[in-house]
């Protein structure tokens, strides 16, 4: 087996077969524990099948495409493993990708910039969205629907076209100029759009229901009841609010804030349509690098990249899952 | 609870919906402008909507990226209520943990990298097998689904954690095989989640633009792709108009579905 | 709580060496990660009993009995019904069917379709079922009710359509996993006659699991007593209550004074115990020999206890104390008697007499006076 003189890849490629070997015998032993009972092994292959091919299969591409040459056939990137002379195989790494990554300074503020973006807006999401979701809570059933149904609407409504809705009003000429001019809060135009304002707003507008559910979910399970014996030991309203109801409604926020922050990292069109050419994204990064450059292997080198800032956050996110499941599976 | 507090709410309330509702209110009111400015307003006119009918591309896309949703969120459906029938009723198994991790990262993973993923393999696939033969509406489809499935078993799972798990044991206990305990018990219990999954998943689908852009190819653009590609190029009230035919569509649908729910007494667990 | 039926067997079946047990339970252990569940458990149970077991939360019980539903398979043992090894038979195929503490009715489906769901998987005729749910519905005296849905009805009426779809089947076992929690204490008390009735109209075993003490007394033919996983007792429930084979039976089954002592003397077949609890040496009841030195606890249950004002002679068993409380409950009345060292000891008198006026009061000193044969001593 050669290996490329640059680099010995040996541990790489140790780390890499524990992992495949890892996830193969996973699926072995989940082979045999079910079976016993075809049905259930019916049940749990099916969806664990399409994703291990349709999802997990594809990241696993993507860190080969990684290490991959840039070439410029089709598909434009060389290929892993090759027979080479005399038969023998012939393993092709090239770690360009990752160098461009972390010496190239547009990266690394492309990196920065989204994390930026995305931990502001989770702020905005949290700070307009905490009010809704508490009035929906402690609302009369009849009107919680109501509200409820008002903050997911806009959802069903295409998110791209309010994106392209936002870039109308936050013009020069857009109403919410007109509105401050209006008023006499100034006299010329502010620029609004094309800035990361606009992006901060961008982002809060679209994922703000994903912020909202699950506080709703969280406060409604509160017990209000433990406000009014606050209230009856002698707290004020606000500090029974941020003695009680905040630190209870802690795992909503968290879940809403990790619903936000980890894809609002990886936005795109958000960033393209309102903050403007000199907004840089990851996201923007890699479809410019894909789309535009036709540099697959850079592309894939960047998207991993980002895949291992928001693998923390997603464990994170994981973890507080299983332990809401494993409660009600208690329950049951 | 002191008289200040809920005057605080609800204006911070009242300003988060109408932060959510201006852009929408907006962009249906220019729609109907006079001339091509989407913020000064001239006058009352229906002509982007004949503009808009007559450009077959819109329709086209906008057909296909129905198709594509039907499919996938059907699809989606299927595949996400077995993985929260395994993760909610099976208790611990092998590969649980799995299985578990799986159907939840979608949730949180940017489009970009589904996109990009989803089309690497399907490139990869294609020098293996020639399966699948350039990109297309299977391509899209397959692609919206693994996106689709994990909102659809989150919402599966949480109608399943609030009906009471001794049904179905009770069920078999008096003889009832699993898959019929599922038909007979579990599904009229649980199919207002399965509706509102189906929902999710086409909505979301009809939505999405990142993975629709990686994974189509020439020939199959889904309207969010062809509307990305007009609003690059700048904004025009036919946008709007397309917008507003859709926000209404949408209105009618919920009020619909509204109705529907209210009338079908929801069974109590 | 003895009916004709049970006054009639001449050999209760679990004493009659040659009787089959409908249900032998050998040597099931059931752990979920590191903690038993159910450890090492063996019981056999006949035909035409119905059997409790009784223990706190976490004590295994109702792991037990979903094992003997089919829903749990343990990791070690065997579950025989009526002969046949049904250890790893899957619920649907058993002759044994569950009311369920939440009583799980089908919300969507009527009463009657509730308890005709069993017989329709069962491929019966369609007369034959709505033959057999009438019956049913007779039975537990819910006739008129049968086109309703489960929201539509009370918590008692519930529980009886559970009961009716649990017995459609005439299956061999049935379980019941806490019937009476849910109800309140009068609907209990009446329902406790209804279920003995039925159980005994029927002629089905039930096997019930149970925290409450009292139904397991007043409706059981044998009470088997759990904790941590194990069986700890199995009886009937007078055999538990005045023949309990540890402190733990002794202490959960009623009430009882318990005190620690080593025994000092062995006389016959009674032994003298030295009290450390108060300066005390109690003389107690005990067949077999027991070497001087071993630690013992006595158990003397409250209403064995009788109550003097003047110091009686010649009796076994005689302490002084002062009443520290007193609760009274119309049919009997509850004193905590205190020694000079301090002990409280509780004793029980019966209000045999009509009167209003209190027998004893605060502060009263009394002396408590009970037999040497109304003492338990317990090694365990």
């Known amino acids: ?332 | 609870m002191s008289e200040r507090r809920p005057f605080l709410l609800y204006t911070l309330m009242v300003f988060g919906y109408a932060f959510l509702y201006l852009p929408i209110a907006s962009v249906v009111a220019f729609s109907f402008n006079e001339t091509r400015s989407v913020s000064l307003w001239k006058g009352f006119s229906l002509q982007w909507y004949g503009r808009l009918l007559e450009n077959q591309a819109v329709i086209d896309a906008a057909l296909l990226s129905l198709l594509i949703a039907a499919m996938a969120s059907t699809l989606a459906v299927v595949i996400g209520t077995l993985a929260a029938l395994a993760l909610s009723r099976f208790g611990r198994f092998k590969g649980r943990g799995l299985l578990s991790l799986l159907s939840s990262a979608p949730l949180v993973m940017p489009d970009v990298m589904l996109g990009i993923s989803a089309l690497f393999l399907f490139i990869t696939l294609q020098q293996l097998m020639g399966w699948p033969q350039g990109r297309g509406i299977d391509t899209i489809t397959i692609a919206h689904v693994t996106l689709c499935v994990c909102y659809v078993t989150v919402v599966v799972r949480s109608r399943l954690a609030q009906t009471d798990h001794s049904l179905e044991e009770a069920a078999m206990d008096l003889g009832a095989r699993p898959w019929k305990v599922f038909f007979l018990v579990t599904l009229p219990l649980i199919w207002p989640a399965l509706l509102a999954g189906w929902l999710l998943a086409f909505t979301l689908s009809l939505d999405d633009v990142v993975i629709a852009s990686f994974t189509s190819g020439p020939g199959s653009s889904t309207l969010p792709v062809l509307i990305l590609s007009k609003v690059r190029f700048g904004v025009t009230p036919e946008i709007n108009a397309l917008a507003t035919l859709i926000i209404v569509a949408v209105c009618i649908g919920v009020s619909l579905a509204g109705w529907l729910m209210h009338r079908n007494a929801r069974p109590t667990t | 709580m003895s009916t004709p039926a049970r006054r009639q067997a001449q050999v209760d079946p679990w004493q009659d060496p040659n009787a089959e047990p409908i249900l032998r339970i050998e040597g099931v252990t059931k752990t979920f990660g590191k903690t038993y569940a159910v450890d090492d458990v063996s019981l056999d149970i006949f035909r035409g009993e119905f059997f409790a077991l009784l223990g706190g939360s976490g004590c295994g019980k109702s792991t037990l009995l979903r094992i003997l539903g089919g829903f749990e398979v343990p990791d070690k043992g065997r579950v025989l019904i009526d002969g046949t090894d049904m250890t790893h038979v899957p619920p649907y195929e058993r002759p044994v069917n569950m009311m369920f503490q939440s009583y799980a009715l089908f919300p969507h489906m009527t009463v009657e379709q509730n308890i005709a769901f069993g017989l329709k998987q069962d491929k019966r005729p369609a007369s034959e079922i709505g033959d057999r749910v009438a019956a049913m519905l007779d039975l537990v005296k819910m006739g008129q009710l049968g086109r309703r849905k489960p929201d539509q009805l009370s918590g008692g009426q519930r529980q009886r359509v559970a009961l009716a779809r649990a017995l459609a089947k005439e299956p061999k076992l049935l379980l019941l996993d806490e019937p009476l929690g849910a109800l309140d204490k009068k609907l209990r008390e009446h329902t406790q006659f209804e279920l003995v009735n039925i159980q005994e109209r029927t002629g089905t075993t039930f096997v019930m699991v149970t925290h409450d003490q009292e139904e397991a007394m007043t409706m059981s033919t044998r009470v088997a007593v759990m904790d941590a996983g194990r069986i700890v007792q199995v009886s009937t429930p007078s055999n538990l209550y005045e023949y309990p084979s540890s402190k733990f039976v002794a202490e959960f089954i009623g009430a009882v004074n318990m005190l620690r002592g080593t025994v000092v003397e062995q006389q016959d077949e009674r032994v003298l115990v030295h009290c450390h609890d108060f300066a005390f040496d109690a003389w107690a009841r005990y067949a077999e020999p027991l070497p001087v030195g071993t630690d013992v606890h006595v158990a003397v249950r409250p209403e064995k206890i009788d109550v003097a004002e003047t110091e009686p002679s010649g009796m076994d068993n005689v302490v002084r104390g002062r009443v520290v409380e007193i609760a009274y409950l119309g049919d009997v009345s509850i004193y905590h008697v205190q020694t000079d060292d301090g002990f409280v000891l509780r004793v029980q008198e019966t209000h045999a007499a009509r009167s209003a006026d209190p027998h004893y009061n605060w502060s009263d000193v009394l002396y408590l006076v009970w037999h040497a044969r109304d003492a338990i001593v317990l090694t365990a």
């Open chain 1, 1 to 332: 087996m050669q290996r490329p003189a640059s680099h010995d890849g040996g541990a790489w490629w140790d780390l890499w077969f524990q992992v495949v070997v890892g996830l193969f015998r996973q699926i072995g032993a989940l082979g045999r524990e079910l079976r016993g009972s075809r049905g259930r092994y019916v049940v749990i292959a099916i969806p664990m099948l399409w994703l291990l091919a349709f999802f997990l299969a594809p990241l696993l591409v993507v860190l080969k495409i990684s290490v991959a040459e840039r070439t410029g056939g089709v598909p434009p990137y060389s290929d892993l493993v090759a027979i080479g002379e005399q038969g023998l195989v012939q393993i092709n790494l090239s770690f360009k990708g990752y160098v461009t990554l972390l010496s190239d300074p547009l990266y690394v503020e492309s990196y920065l910039n989204s994390l930026q973006f995305a931990s502001i807006s989770t702020l905005g999401c949290l700070l307009l969205g905490y009010p809704i979701a508490y009035g929906i809570a402690r609302a009369t059933p009849a009107w919680r629907m109501f509200l409820l149904v008002l903050v997911v609407l806009p959802f069903w409504t295409s998110s791209l076209l309010r994106t392209y809705a936002l870039t109308g009003l936050l013009r020069d000429n857009g109403m919410v100029n007109q509105l401050l001019m209006a008023i006499g809060a100034t006299d010329a135009p502010i620029r609004l759009i094309d800035t990361p304002f606009a992006v901060y707003v961008g982002i809060t507008y679209n994922y703000l229901p994903f912020m909202v559910l699950p506080l709703v979910a969280n406060l409604m399970r509160l017990d209000f009841t433990l406000l009014q014996a606050a209230a009856d030991l002698g707290a004020k309203p606000w500090r029974a609010f941020l003695s009680v109801t905040l630190p209870l409604s802690l795992p909503g926020i968290i879940a809403g804030s990790l619903l936000v922050f980890i894809p609002a990292v990886g936005e795109y069109v958000i960033p393209a349509l309102l903050g403007g050419p000199e907004a840089l994204s990851i996201g923007s990064r890699i479809w410019e690098d894909f789309f535009n450059a036709r540099n697959y292997p850079l592309a894939a080198a960047v998207a991993l990249a980002m895949l291992v800032l928001i693998v923390v956050p997603m464990l994170l996110f994981e973890a507080s899952q299983e332990r809401r499941a494993e409660r009600e599976a208690q329950r049951s």
